[in-house]
């Protein structure tokens, strides 16, 4: 199995950057990779539970990702399951992904860890995608 671990750090403080992964409202200026907009989802990291989001970028591809939220531990790390739907909408192989904040200089590190991710072609393109994102999150907070 694939794994893929990104960081990038911010010049917010820890507790500021944990909101902006757990709250439904800031996790909606910034998820999904650049080009894509969410115009369906249940995205909620704060509390236990299923979630989903539909991603449809320029063109008007949808592509849908759900999963459980396993925890939520603030101000450090909120864990989720994420499996992608198909077009006929049945989910396919579940990996895992924990999404920890930390003190890091003068703000705070995000650190993406995505695991199970089948194989290195899949885990590079997670990558790619995870990359955007949070090059989407940068542009709000720097």
Do not use: C
């Not at 704060?46 to 939520?72: C, D, I």
């Not at 703000?107 to 860890?113: K, V």
Request: net charge negative; glycine share 8%; proline share 5%.
């Amino acid at each position: 199995m694939a794994d893929l671990k990104l960081e990038r750090e911010f010049p917010i403080d820890p507790k500021d950057l944990f909101a902006w992964i757990s709250n439904a409202e800031k996790l909606l200026l910034w998820w999904g990779p650049e080009g894509v907009h969410v115009p369906e989802h249940n995205l909620d990291f704060s509390r236990l539970g299923p979630w989903y989001s539909v991603m449809r970028n320029a063109e008007g591809q949808r592509f849908k990702v759900s999963g459980q939220v396993t925890h939520v531990d603030p101000p450090k790390s909120v864990g989720f399951t994420w499996g992608w739907h198909d077009d006929q909408d049945r989910r396919g192989a579940e990996s895992h992904v924990t999404l920890f904040v930390e003190a890091a200089g003068q703000g705070a590190r995000l650190i993406i860890d995505h695991r199970e991710l089948g194989d290195d072609d899949n885990a590079a393109n997670h990558e790619k995608g995870w990359t955007s994102t949070l090059n989407k999150l940068a542009a709000q907070l720097n």
